[in-house]
């Protein structure tokens, strides 16, 4: 079955720097379209990047434009969203996902959280 596995969150200071990984499992990788959203309590899901499957083209939410880099290993099946100056607005929980045979899947999330 369809399996996503984020890693990679924790504390950080304004500024800084992380990097987030999605595992992936189950379903062709490469051929499929990956995003990241982000979550905080009390606000819906919202998009943050995503990228297409073989040719990799990216695409952001505004808010993180020119600050976060979302890639991909075909050869892994492995999702990574490189996120740099991250401020507080950035704190949220952090999810992958793929659409898979007209449904939509998760993992469990990566808490990201930016404070000094």
């Known amino acids: 079955q369809v399996q996503l596995v984020e890693s990679g969150g924790g504390l950080v200071q304004p500024g800084g720097s992380l990097r987030l990984s999605c595992s992936t499992s189950?379903?062709?990788?490469?051929?499929?379209?990956m995003k990241w959203y982000r979550q905080i309590p009390g606000k819906e899901r919202e998009m943050v990047a995503t990228?297409?499957?073989?040719?990799?083209?990216?695409d952001y939410a505004d808010s993180v434009k020119d600050r976060f880099i979302v890639s991909r290993d075909n050869s892994r099946s492995m999702l990574y969203l490189q996120m740099n100056d991250l401020t507080p607005e950035d704190t949220a929980v952090y999810y992958c996902?793929?659409?898979?045979?007209?449904?939509?899947?998760w993992g469990q999330g990566t808490q990201v959280t930016v404070s000094a």
């Open positions: 996902g793929v659409r898979f045979r007209a449904e939509d899947y």
């Open positions: 990228i297409t499957g073989r040719e990799g083209v990216a």
């Open positions: 189950g379903f062709t990788f490469s051929s499929y379209f």
